[in-house]
């Protein structure tokens, strides 16, 4: 996948080159790509006169950051121990089963990634799992495929 730099060079003007927007030039580019490309992370560090080092330290020190591409809509399943003893790994199963995908992993139309979560913060909604910014909760197995299914729908994709 072909890195638009173009998309890059947008999001570093809208800050000015200005290095101390470094961090908002990677949420930006986060939300552009869905994970921050190599070629995203050199185009900033020329532009701001960053050196790389920084800018990848930057980008790997914050967990909203990812260097791998993840999906458009981020599935993360709470495995706190409300959620654990409410269901969450069978719940987890059922995202994998029905995305045919693994924890870590991301659909091949770039649509979906599975990833588990230490706690959500709202226990009282256990078991929980967040779509994008979305929150479910009180879910189960049986919710699983129609909550795919409408992020599929967004998409125009019933695939």
Do not use: W
Request: net charge positive; glycine share 6%; proline share 4%.
């Amino acid at each position: 996948m072909q890195t638009d730099i173009s998309k890059v060079d947008e999001i570093v003007m809208r800050y000015g080159r200005r290095k101390e927007n470094l961090l908002a030039m990677l949420l930006d580019c986060q939300e552009e790509f869905y994970y921050l490309p190599k070629e995203a992370l050199e185009e900033i560090s020329k532009q701001t006169g960053t050196p790389f080092v920084k800018v990848l330290h930057a980008a790997t020190f914050f967990r909203a950051f990812s260097l791998k591409p993840v999906g458009k809509y981020p599935i993360h399943v709470c495995m706190g121990t409300a959620c654990h003893v409410k269901g969450a790994p069978r719940l987890l199963e059922a995202f994998e089963r029905e995305l045919q995908i693994k924890k870590g992993e991301t659909t091949k139309d770039n649509l979906f990634s599975i990833e588990t979560v230490n706690c959500l913060g709202c226990c009282g909604l256990a078991p929980v799992v967040t779509v994008g910014k979305d929150v479910h909760g009180k879910l189960r197995q049986a919710n699983v495929s129609r909550i795919i299914k409408k992020y599929r729908s967004r998409e125009g994709s019933d695939a």
